[in-house]
């Protein structure tokens, strides 16, 4: 079966993990666990171009410097032309026996001067902050062990009985934990649109009620407001849930986001800075969440069953700001994003598609090369995010390994980046355990390092694109953020997507015990745990 797979050249350069990930089909016992047991070694082959992306960025703030350093002596050279000023009694200032220039040259120049600075300071980007962000947390009764995912799974009609034990395995190896919540209409099998609207309006209500007490933030002073949701989509939309619920100002600006899968936060999270900088004395609202009631698969297709067994209830409110007021208030300061699309190759398009079975049962596929297309597309991202915030010397090593490789073609060893020497604190998507498994080598982290990401997948599941804010809802909890710790955030999603986004503290962050927007308050004590 894998030799008749067809690979061009122009396609993604990775046939040995491809190759990998169709051989595990043949093998019905481990199917899902083998389809993620590899991740390319993307630090092995990188190309130059993302290299020079990534140093684009970097040159921006430079070039803007440059061009006003120019352009200041000029403006200089042309005051003295125009004003007769004469540079050779520049000493009369101390003697004091003349004047330098006469009023009329003095306005002129101080006119020019505060030109020049305004310009400057018209055009540069201001900071945007992010104040405080809540995690959503269910009432317990919506938990379900994996016992009675179980036996829910068991007592569903539909599923076949090798269908049973497929998901019955996923479940034990999963990497989740018995305490991850699921949606009354899927516990109760009443899967229709009110009970999907009631999910939507618990999981989002709750969590901006506890973000607007916390913050001190009144709805009406949101002024952008952007909503991520990728399966559930309804009319009216979510964000148009929000500004009815919460009697929004009608000038605000309201952005719903669908389609795009895990990676849609950080998009969210990009499309809220742009707009920020644009919109001067704003406040953005982000909420990052997935529906799971009317997604529930009935089929029997296994590249589709993945999503019942890893996938649960959640969701995130962010909010950020460019006022200068709100800095002291602000937990972080958002420094890079950078997102990273593969959609214009056919495989990472079609890798995570929805589609129906041959039934006609609706579900999201997963197809055999997922894990290489995931592996190029966080190749990518690093590498255009690595000469923005690697130190000097490991862009000296990297840089030099890779001309010597791609430039003149010397059979050295790749120098990979230490990471670690640019982030303190790792939020990697917790879409699978092996997944986290794979890039906890490739980027050469530690177990603690990876230990959020870990027990977010165990307490909470995954819960798509919120799932990072949990992950760093629980590095606080651990009172592990210092004042200029960097947070580096990465997400994949459908399309096929990465993005990432840097997080700079602002101050030491520390949980109060009867947070409400924090989701571990009353679990953290009892992780990390030890995984099976």
Request: hydrophobic content about 40%; charged content about 25%; aromatic content about 10%.
């Amino acid at each position: 079966m894998a030799g008749a797979v067809a690979v061009a050249p122009s396609k993604i350069e990775m046939d040995k993990e491809r190759l990998t990930a169709e051989m595990a089909f043949t093998d019905t016992d481990s199917v899902v666990i083998k389809i993620h047991r590899r991740l390319p070694d993307f630090l092995q082959s990188v190309k130059l171009k993302y290299v020079k992306l990534g140093y684009a960025y970097l040159c921006k703030l430079p070039t803007q410097l440059l061009v006003y350093g120019i352009a200041a002596p000029l403006f200089i050279a042309t005051l003295i032309n125009l004003t007769g000023l004469r540079l050779d009694r520049v000493p009369d200032l101390w003697t004091g026996s003349a004047p330098l220039f006469d009023t009329a040259t003095g306005l002129t120049g101080l006119s020019v001067l505060l030109v020049v600075m305004g310009l400057y300071w018209a055009k540069r980007p201001g900071p945007v902050y992010l104040v405080d962000f809540a995690c959503y947390k269910a009432d317990d009764e919506r938990k379900l062990t994996n016992e009675s995912f179980i036996k829910m799974t068991e007592d569903t009609t539909g599923f076949e009985e090798d269908t049973v034990q497929f998901q019955k395995r996923i479940a034990v190896r999963s990497g989740l934990g018995d305490e991850t919540y699921f949606p009354r209409g899927i516990t109760s099998g009443v899967l229709t649109m009110e009970e999907a609207r009631s999910e939507a309006e618990s999981v989002v209500f709750d969590t901006l009620d506890n973000l607007f007490e916390k913050t001190g933030v009144r709805p009406e002073d949101i002024d952008i407001l952007i909503v991520n949701c990728s399966l559930f989509n309804p009319t009216p939309s979510l964000s148009s849930m929000i500004v009815n619920h919460y009697n929004l100002k009608p000038t605000i600006k309201t952005y719903n986001l669908g389609g795009m899968g895990c990676s849609a936060g950080l998009i969210s999270i990009d499309l809220a800075k742009h707009l920020l900088r644009v919109n001067p004395n704003s406040c953005a609202l982000v909420f990052s969440t997935e529906n799971i009631t009317l997604n529930w698969y009935f089929g029997n297709d296994r590249s589709m069953l993945l999503c019942n067994c890893i996938f649960r209830m959640g969701g995130a409110g962010i909010l950020l700001s460019n006022k200068q007021k709100d800095r002291n208030q602000s937990k972080y300061e958002l420094v890079h994003t950078v997102r990273t699309h593969k959609g214009s190759d056919g495989q990472s398009y079609d890798c995570v598609f929805q589609r129906e079975d041959d039934k006609g049962v609706i579900g999201v596929s997963l197809a055999r090369e997922l894990m290489a297309v995931a592996g190029d597309a966080l190749k990518t991202n690093i590498t255009t995010l690595g000469p923005l915030v690697l130190p000097i010397t490991e862009q000296i090593q990297f840089f030099n390994s890779l001309v010597k490789r791609k430039v003149f073609k010397m059979r050295v060893k790749p120098y990979i980046p230490d990471f670690k020497k640019a982030f303190e604190h790792f939020c990697i998507h917790a879409g699978g355990r092996a997944v986290l498994d794979e890039v906890e080598k490739n980027l050469r982290l530690t177990d603690w390092h990876m230990e959020p990401s870990r027990m977010t997948l165990h307490r909470f599941g995954n819960t798509s694109s919120s799932s990072l804010w949990y992950e760093l809802a629980y590095t606080e909890a651990k009172c592990r953020v210092g004042s200029g710790d960097r947070v580096w955030q990465i997400a994949f999603g459908s399309g096929f997507k990465c993005n990432s986004a840097v997080l700079r503290a602002l101050r030491e962050v520390r949980v109060e015990p009867d947070s409400k927007t924090n989701p571990w308050v009353d679990s953290v004590g009892r992780y990390p745990v030890k995984l099976p």
